[in-house]
Every structure is written in C-alpha cells, then in structure tokens.
T-cell receptor, first 116, second 116 residues
Framework: AQKVTQAQTEISVVEKEDVTLDCVYETRDTTYYLFWYKQPPSGELVFLIRRNSFDEQNEISGRYSWNFQKSTSSFNFTITASQVVDSAVYFCALSSIIQGAQKLVFGQGTRLTINP | DTGVSQDPRHKITKRGQNVTFRCDPISEHNRLYWYRQTLGQGPEFLTYFQNEAQLEKSRLLSDRFSAERPKGSFSTLEIQRTEQGDSAMYLC??????????????FGSGTQLSVL
C-alpha cells in the first residue's frame, strides 16, 4: 500500500524566514511520481511540482526548492524568504506511474502560516 | 482555460436525504476525478472517468454513492441516504490524457457538504 506522511501539522514563521516542509512516503512501486500541491483558503488545490522517481535532481523555482532523496523516501519542500501570501495548507502526494491516470495518495497536509 | 467549476459550493442537508453535486471540467480534458477531503486531512481518491467511462472506483465509494459522466463532459456525484459521516469537501479535478499538461490535475474549489 502507498502512504504519505507529513509529520508537521502546523508551522508558523515570521515573514522572510526560510521554512522546510517535510514529506516521507512509502511505496512498493519501483517507479512513481511525487507531487506538492498548495491549498489556499479558497479551497482549490494548486499544483506546484511533479517529480519522477528516477529523477533525483533537486529543483528550484524562484523561492521554492525541492529535495528528493530516494534513499530516505523523502521529498521535502523549502520556501526561501517566506511571504504572507505563502500561507496555505501544503500537501505532498504520491502516484503510481503504471496506473496512468492521476490516482493520488495525499499526506495529511501541513498548515503554513507566515506572520508579517 | 476557464477552470474546473463545481456546483453548489455549499450544501447543507438532513440525514437520509439525497444530494447531487455537479462538476464541469476544463473543456477538452478527457479525464475527470472525484476526491473527498475531510477536515484536517488530505484528499482521498473516489473515482475517475476517461471520457464517459468510469474506469476505477475506490472502496470508499459505497453503494450509496454514484457518479456519472454521460456525455464525457460534465459529471455528477450523487449520495443517497446521506449520513453524518458523509460530511466533507468533495473535490473534482480534470486533466488531459496527453501532453505536458497531463502531469498535473486541475482542481475545482469543491462542494462542502454538511449532513445534519
């Protein structure tokens, strides 16, 4: 069975601080996708990134960066110089590639609050 | 893209009543998904369609739940004889079957169901 664990239920930091959201996953599949989605108060989940299991290169997009370590089954997300607009619930998710369609298994989410 | 739209945004019903939700995906997206999200948890997969064919259903989808996508465009999710445990946010998402945009799901803002 697939499982995603986000141990941090809530994080609160002051604006401009760096913050890392942890994600640990379990799967028996040898190939899979990992995702991060953002859910602002409006409720609509917004895609941030997809990573293939065979591509362990870290990725940076502006203030966002992702650290994928297959050896520890982790896919952590760091926001540099956080801003109030980053406040949201963030979900890590896992999907099997062989299933084709996006049948995602989500973690419980981390509520991030950025205080001015 | 006009986005995925869901109707209604909120639904309050009494236990035992039937409810129906509607989802309009992004036009030309072949795949349509339903997820359920309870308070403080990540979304859980319920079912998905490719065009009008319902290809997979989760064990979470009891006999009281039925989803349709009759013409491969909009979809409806009906819950019969609602129970208090059905209270949740019901999220719809869509994606194309090919191309770069296939890498992510486009989510609607959800229908919040409260069963009294």
């Amino acid at each position: 069975a697939q499982k995603v664990t986000q141990a941090q239920t809530e994080i609160s930091v002051v604006e401009k601080e760096d913050v890392t959201l942890d994600c640990v996953y379990e799967t028996r599949d040898t190939t899979y996708y990992l995702f991060w989605y953002k859910q602002p108060p409006s409720g609509e989940l917004v895609f941030l990134i997809r990573r293939n299991s065979f591509d362990e290169q870290n990725e940076i997009s502006g203030r966002y960066s992702w650290n994928f370590q297959k050896s520890t089954s982790s896919f952590n997300f760091t926001i540099t110089a956080s801003q109030v607009v980053d406040s949201a619930v963030y979900f890590c998710a896992l999907s099997s590639i062989i299933q084709g369609a996006q049948k995602l298994v989500f973690g419980q989410g981390t509520r991030l609050t950025i205080n001015p | 893209d006009t986005g995925v739209s869901q109707d209604p945004r909120h639904k309050i019903t009494k236990r035992g009543q039937n409810v129906t939700f509607r989802c309009d995906p992004i036009s030309e997206h072949n795949r349509l998904y339903w997820y359920r999200q309870t308070l403080g948890q990540g979304p859980e997969f319920l079912t998905y369609f490719q065009n009008e064919a319902q290809l997979e259903k989760s064990r979470l989808l009891s006999d009281r739940f039925s989803a349709e996508r009759p013409k491969g465009s909009f979809s409806t999710l009906e819950i019969q004889r609602t129970e208090q445990g059905d209270s949740a946010m019901y999220l719809c998402a869509s994606s194309p079957t090919s191309g770069r945009r296939n890498e992510k799901l486009f989510f609607g803002s959800g229908t919040q169901l409260s069963v009294l």
